[in-house]
């Protein structure tokens, strides 16, 4: 199983940009999808972004599609979340997830691995 650990969270203004990075160990990594959520206080976990093992398929959660962008390098056992436009409302914890299934899902029970999280505050 891959172990997962982000970083890159921070104190941003508004309309600032911050990029969030998960490096994974194991071998297996570049057959994992990989997905970013989020959760913020009182509030459900929620899906962010996701990507195959080979990056072919994408899949955002449309609130963040256009503004968010995630990526990953394999050589690197890396994989990253730039976030651009950011509002007061993406202030939350941000978690990298893993699972060995090809394909990109935005339920968080299907993630067999997760790091421990990066805080994003942003600030109006």
């Known amino acids: 199983q891959v172990q997962l650990v982000e970083s890159g969270g921070g104190l941003v203004q508004a309309g600032g940009s911050l990029r969030l990075s998960c490096v994974g160990s194991g071998r297996a990594f570049n057959y994992y999808t990989l997905a970013w959520f989020r959760q913020s206080p009182g509030k459900e976990r929620e899906f962010v972004a996701g990507i195959r093992g080979n990056g072919a398929d994408i899949s955002y959660a449309d609130s963040m599609e256009g503004r968010f962008t995630i990526s990953r390098d394999n050589a690197r056992s890396t994989v990253y979340l730039q976030m651009t436009r950011l509002n007061p409302e993406d202030t939350a914890v941000y978690y990298c997830?893993?699972?060995?299934?090809?394909?990109?899902?935005?339920?968080?029970?299907?993630?067999?691995?997760w790091g421990q999280g990066t805080q994003v505050t942003v600030s109006s």
């Open positions: 997830a893993g699972r060995i299934v090809p394909k990109v899902t935005d339920v968080s029970t299907s993630y067999v691995s």
